[in-house]
């Protein structure tokens, strides 16, 4: 086995462990919740207190995007969406990710071979399974979102791992009026 199937093997044990039989009893959960309303605009986001937090958010989004935690494979809101649109923090709204650079990558979990917006997305050394990866996490929420591995496919060939309990789906039918018109312009060009 090699050390990434390994690592996704020790993932997955990791997330079955942690997960709550609630999340592991139900295979589409409803839309997670949000604790911004309308659009991104980093020149006015102020993170919530630790305690706003624990209201707006979930109990697992809350584990997950403040406490590192890792949601069930296969369990989660958009291991399997195949709609058009965008993906952002959970607790920002800042962009993150885009259905146009999502794939399957069999393990469970969204993945995306690349960020939408990498300014919104920042990394670092996470040695929690005894061994060395690169954890995701949101700029200016500073959200944990999951790790990058490098067993993508082209054109990048990074496995941008994500949690949907991180993040919330925007159809891009509803781009315009929850504040995110600009991003328009992608899946137009995509033929979408």
């Not at 839309?31 to 624990?54: C, I, Y």
């Not at 935690?69 to 399997?80: D, K, L, M, R, S």
């Amino acid at each position: 086995m090699t050390p990434t199937r390994m690592l996704a093997a020790a993932a997955v044990a990791l997330a079955l462990a942690s997960a709550t039989s609630a999340a592991a009893q139900t295979a589409t959960p409803a839309q997670p919740a949000t604790t911004h309303t309308r659009g991104w605009d980093p020149m006015t986001f102020k993170k919530p207190s630790e305690a706003e937090l624990k209201q707006q958010l979930t109990p697992e989004q809350y584990a997950v995007t403040q406490k590192e935690g890792t949601e069930a494979p296969f369990h989660n809101a958009f291991w399997n969406n195949h709609e058009a649109g965008i993906y952002v923090d959970v607790v920002s709204g800042e962009p993150l990710f885009s259905s146009l650079d999502k794939f399957d990558s069999g393990t469970g979990w969204p993945s995306f071979t690349r960020p939408l917006d990498p300014e919104n997305i920042s990394t670092k050394t996470d040695h929690k399974l005894f061994m060395a990866r690169t954890e995701v996490r949101s700029a200016h929420a500073d959200s944990h979102l999951g790790h990058v591995f490098d067993d993508g496919p082209k054109p990048t060939g990074l496995r941008y791992c994500m949690n949907s309990a991180a993040m919330r789906f925007i159809p891009v039918d509803k781009l315009e009026a929850e504040g995110y018109g600009p991003y328009l312009g992608l899946f137009k060009k995509a033929g979408v």
